[in-house]
Antibody, heavy 117, light 110 residues
């Protein structure tokens, strides 16, 4: 069955960096676009970024553009999110989700990122 | 990339039907047939319930249905059950390879 497992979350100071990973199994990883979506504590869902099946196209929400970088390693069935210049408002549970550029289907369980001094 | 508008709450008694709306613009909901609905129980990851406006993934009960008229999409839950109590989010493709989500609706089964 489809499984997505996020890791790499934790507590980090404002201005610092963090890299999240999303390990995939149970499907042909290299055939699907993958999204990052986040959810601040007690808040709604916010789309963060998407990468095409082959990594050639990447798109970002305005709120993270220039600070976050999405990438993937299809040989390792793994998605990444490099987060630089972190802000308090980036505090959230970060989910990876499979799908197409136009939408998502399976989601991981998420990893919590807390940006605090 | 403004969020889609959902009512903050909805409720119904067991066996009843409830409809949750999701209003966007011609740039998202009204412009594409790529509206999805997600169910999220407390402390859990979102689960896809409806995609491409009306389609149900395998395993989702047919009590859940979706529709769209103009810039507003709707999720209807028929024959409400206690386990349907959760937060529901809509999302839409918004062009330029981006997605936009609604603010979420807390569904209470009375």
């Amino acid at each position: 069955q489809v499984q997505l497992v996020e890791s790499g979350g934790g507590v980090v100071q404002p201005g610092r960096s963090l890299r999240l990973s999303c390990a995939a199994s149970g499907f042909t990883f290299s055939s699907y676009a993958i999204h990052w979506v986040r959810q601040a504590p007690g808040k709604g869902l916010e789309w963060v970024a998407v990468i095409s099946y082959d990594g050639s196209s990447k798109y970002y929400a305005d709120s993270v553009k220039g600070r976050f970088t999405i990438s993937r390693d299809n040989s390792k069935n793994t998605l990444y999110l490099q987060m630089n210049s972190l802000r308090v408002e980036d505090t959230a549970v970060y989910y990876c989700a499979t799908g197409t550029i136009m939408g998502t289907d399976y989601w991981g369980q998420g990893t919590l990122v807390t940006v605090s001094s | 990339q403004s969020a889609l508008t959902q009512p903050p709450s909805a409720s119904g008694s067991p066996g009843q039907s409830v409809t949750i709306s999701c209003t966007g613009t011609i740039s998202d909901v009204g412009g594409y047939n790529y509206v999805s609905w997600y169910q999220q129980h407390t402390g859990r990851a979102p689960q896809l319930m409806i995609y491409e406006v009306t389609k149900r993934p395998s395993g989702v009960p047919d009590r859940f249905s979706g529709s769209k008229s103009g810039n507003t999409a709707s999720l209807t839950v028929s024959g409400l059950q206690a386990e349907d109590e959760a937060d529901y989010y809509c999302s839409s493709y918004a062009g330029s390879s981006s997605l936009v989500f609604g603010g979420g609706t807390k569904l209470t089964v009375l």
